[in-house]
């Protein structure tokens, strides 16, 4: 039997490695983390429990003027408006104060949802492989390890069709101009991009965050899509406010990546809050 290759992205043993560390920030983006984590605690108080970054600047690859500061902040009970509000308004004082961000993503959830059964193959995984440690005590330590196998593809990235209704009414909402699309291109491409990954995650048998690599490794195993999937990780990098673009998204590579997940993999499990 052939020997199964270990990927980038797996430790020693094939689980995911944690990507990230406050170690490989750039200095330029310093300031940034600093400024999030000193005033996380002053506007969520004594319901803090944990803030993490994720994305770009902990693993080292962002972009002056491009990538934004995503934050994922956990409370010690279930998110109220106020919470949103209160880091929704901090995430707006930051980007205008720092011109290297382009703005400020924060996703916000009681911890005990991190750690709950249903989410431990997504939110759970995100914590504990995608996220690095700001503030707080770090959840991972009440997580399992993970490996790049079918349920965790399922767990994460299984629910495409139930998102593609709910993008169509976005796009028909926004505006019509190249501005008010822009945004919508940058994240339905990288939804795509990734989906596509972890489609063929399992069979690739490693990890990567990095978009273009992700385009690349589902179009060696679909290479009818793979310059569609090319193209798709560009704009999340570089977005267009083509409408065109949108309409393929959701009509052709949306509809046909949900469809081959669900023969793949099957269909992410119901959350109660879906």
């Given at each position: 039997?052939a020997?199964?290759?270990?990927?980038?992205?797996?430790d020693a043993q094939g689980?995911?490695?944690?990507?990230g560390s406050?170690?490989?920030?750039?200095a330029?983006f310093r300031?940034?983390?600093?400024a999030?984590?000193d005033?996380?605690?002053?506007?969520l108080?004594?319901?803090?429990?944990?803030?993490?970054?994720?994305?770009?600047?902990p693993r080292g690859?962002?972009?002056?003027?491009r990538?934004?500061?995503d934050?994922?902040?956990?409370l010690?009970?279930?998110p109220?408006?106020?919470?949103?509000?209160?880091?929704?308004?901090?995430?707006?004082?930051?980007?205008?104060?720092?011109?290297q961000?382009d703005?400020?993503?924060?996703l916000?959830?009681?911890w005990?949802?991190?750690?709950?059964e249903?989410?431990?193959?997504?939110?759970?995984?995100?914590?504990?492989c995608?996220c690095?440690?700001?503030?707080?005590?770090?959840?991972?330590?009440?997580l399992?390890?993970?490996?790049?196998?079918?349920?965790?593809?399922?767990?994460?990235?299984?629910?495409?069709?139930?998102?593609?209704?709910r993008w169509?009414?976005?796009i028909a909402?926004?505006?019509?101009?190249e501005?008010?699309r822009?945004?919508?291109?940058?994240?339905?491409s990288?939804?795509l991009v990734?989906?596509?990954?972890?489609?063929?995650?399992?069979?690739w048998?490693?990890?990567?965050?990095?978009?273009?690599?992700?385009?690349?490794?589902?179009?060696?195993y679909?290479?009818?899509?793979?310059?569609?999937l090319?193209?798709?990780?560009?704009y999340g990098?570089?977005?267009?406010g083509d409408?065109?673009?949108l309409?393929s998204?959701?009509?052709?590579?949306?509809?046909?990546?949900?469809?081959e997940y669900?023969?793949?993999?099957?269909?992410?499990?119901?959350?109660p809050?879906?």
């Amino acid at each position: 039997m052939a020997e199964t290759i270990r990927r980038p992205g797996l430790d020693a043993q094939g689980f995911i490695a944690r990507e990230g560390s406050l170690a490989r920030v750039p200095a330029v983006f310093r300031p940034v983390v600093a400024a999030a984590r000193d005033r996380l605690p002053e506007v969520l108080g004594a319901r803090l429990h944990s803030a993490y970054l994720y994305g770009s600047i902990p693993r080292g690859t962002a972009r002056v003027g491009r990538s934004d500061l995503d934050l994922l902040v956990a409370l010690r009970d279930t998110p109220a408006e106020a919470d949103r509000d209160a880091v929704r308004a901090l995430g707006e004082a930051i980007d205008t104060e720092f011109p290297q961000i382009d703005g400020v993503g924060t996703l916000l959830y009681g911890w005990q949802r991190l750690l709950s059964e249903p989410e431990r193959q997504d939110l759970g995984w995100f914590v504990a492989c995608l996220c690095t440690p700001l503030l707080g005590e770090d959840l991972a330590a009440y997580l399992p390890r993970y490996r790049p196998d079918s349920l965790l593809a399922r767990e994460t990235n299984g629910d495409l069709a139930r998102w593609l209704p709910r993008w169509r009414e976005r796009i028909a909402r926004a505006g019509d101009t190249e501005a008010a699309r822009r945004p919508l291109v940058r994240f339905m491409s990288r939804h795509l991009v990734r989906t596509g990954f972890t489609l063929v995650m399992p069979r690739w048998n490693g990890w990567t965050s990095d978009l273009r690599e992700m385009a690349e490794v589902c179009g060696a195993y679909y290479p009818e899509r793979a310059a569609q999937l090319l193209t798709a990780a560009r704009y999340g990098h570089e977005p267009v406010g083509d409408p065109e673009v949108l309409r393929s998204y959701v009509d052709d590579l949306g509809p046909w990546l949900a469809g081959e997940y669900a023969r793949v993999h099957g269909v992410k499990t119901p959350r109660p809050e879906d």
